[in-house]
């Protein structure tokens, strides 16, 4: 049962520090058109690798202090400001010399009133410098640098949107999963609970009875690896308990609160995505005010609260949820920016895979979406997708495979970048 308050969409109003990344100055374009504001001329007169960073909800306050600052210091920076989210706040682009966080954080020793922001900065800092190159599995740990990860869907449900229906009896699905594994998909995502837009949600007690025979028997078969599809900890438990080390989670553990804790006690990874709204309302007129702003401030928040709850950096993945709660366009800006995702310092997991966006644009049925799914698919590796969640495992890995093979061919190790 969906917690009431989940109802209202959740605010991130907190202060926040995205990180551009390094080098392309494409996305500070990109940044400054969203702003409505055209690339500054002097733009390219800085270092080829200039710093740049987005920062959200400043106070108005701590806003003077720091652009007092940055006018003190403009032969090394330059920026833009727009008003906030809230009258009480702005938000602010910035961009410079690779020397710019430095001076900032040695001004705020001496200025109290800049440390806010020189706290948040440092943070931001960190966690695109200890990004973790294994993902934790309870006992298994996989290599993210290696290749991109294929996790197959096996949805065994009546009413999923593309699938449901087919493997409802526990041999259907367990021969799928069979051959899922075989075409090469690194995990298998079982899912007993359709989320489609307007899904009516199942007793627990249902949904375990659908997911935990299979779990367990996948697992005693294949050895596989296995991921729950629900937010529900008493289905996490059970299927922990059969054999599953990874719980994909639609609320981000938002919808129930012994989630996180129990995730925290049985080392079991988690996904988290982003959502808004639920799935019986999250289609009715989505809106965002800027939508990679709005869910990088949501997922930033939600690994925050993982990892306050005791769950390891080394077991989060973060999912901006393509077609939870979006439009068309929402979901193109979402797919165009997500390199900007990639500053949150954690593994990232795509699922466009038959997603209504990709029959919309390429005017094709549910059942005539693999060429758009593998599009996408390799679009979002090419910005930073550590994880792809598919319906079509053969084809799909066929193709990451080329593309990791040629990502790799003079390296030896995988550094795919935009």
């Avoid at 740049?52 to 652009?67: D, M, Y």
């Avoid at 629900?230 to 996490?236: G, L, P």
């Avoid at 990874?269 to 959502?275: D, I, R, S, T």
């Avoid at 999912?319 to 990232?348: C, I, S």
Wanted: charged share 20%; hydrophobic share 45%; aromatic share 6%.
């Amino acid at each position: 049962m969906f917690l009431s308050c989940i109802e209202r969409e959740t605010e991130t109003t907190a202060m926040r520090v995205r990180l551009l990344q390094q080098g392309d100055p494409t996305l500070m374009t990109h940044e400054l058109n969203c702003m409505g504001r055209p690339a500054p001329t002097d733009m390219m007169d800085h270092p080829t690798q200039p710093f740049a960073c987005k920062i959200t909800a400043i106070p108005n306050a701590l806003a003077i202090g720091v652009t007092a600052w940055l006018q003190r210091h403009e032969r090394m920076a330059w920026w833009h400001s727009v008003p906030g989210a809230t009258a009480e706040t702005i938000d602010l682009l910035v961009s410079g010399t690779r020397a710019l966080p430095a001076a900032l954080c040695d001004e705020a020793q001496h200025h109290p009133a800049l440390r806010p922001l020189a706290a948040a900065l440092q943070q931001a800092l960190q966690h695109a410098q200890d990004v973790p190159t294994h993902l934790h599995l309870r006992e298994t740990a996989l290599d993210l640098r290696q290749h991109t990860l294929v996790m197959g869907i096996l949805n065994v449900t009546p009413d999923s949107f593309s699938d449901g229906g087919l493997y409802l009896q526990p041999e259907q699905a367990l021969k799928h999963a069979e051959e899922m594994l075989s075409q090469g998909a690194d995990i298998i995502d079982v899912g007993g609970a359709s989320s489609r837009p307007g899904a009516t949600p199942v007793p627990a007690d249902v949904e375990r009875e659908r997911v935990i025979p299979v779990v367990r028997e996948m697992v005693r078969r294949f050895d596989a690896h296995i991921s729950v599809d629900t937010y529900r900890a008493s289905v996490a438990r059970a299927a922990v308990e059969a054999g599953a080390v990874m719980i994909n989670d639609i609320s981000a553990l938002r919808f129930d609160p012994a989630m996180a804790p129990w995730l925290a006690e049985c080392e079991a990874a988690v996904v988290l995505m982003h959502m808004q709204g639920t799935p019986q309302t999250m289609q009715k007129s989505p809106t965002y005010r800027h939508v990679i702003d709005d869910i990088y401030g949501f997922l930033a928040e939600r690994v925050e609260y993982a990892m306050h709850s005791g769950i390891a950096r080394q077991r989060i993945v973060c999912d901006p949820g393509f077609g939870f709660g979006k439009t068309l366009q929402h979901n193109v800006e979402l797919l165009h920016g997500l390199q900007h995702f990639r500053a949150l310092g954690q593994p990232l997991m795509v699922g466009t895979s038959r997603k209504s966006f990709l029959g919309r644009l390429l005017q094709r049925d549910v059942w005539d979406r693999l060429e758009g799914t593998i599009a996408s698919v390799l679009y979002a590796m090419l910005r930073g997708a550590a994880i792809v969640r598919v319906h079509d495992v053969g084809p799909v890995v066929q193709a990451v495979r080329l593309v990791n093979a040629v990502a790799t061919r003079s390296t030896g190790k995988t550094e795919i970048t935009p």
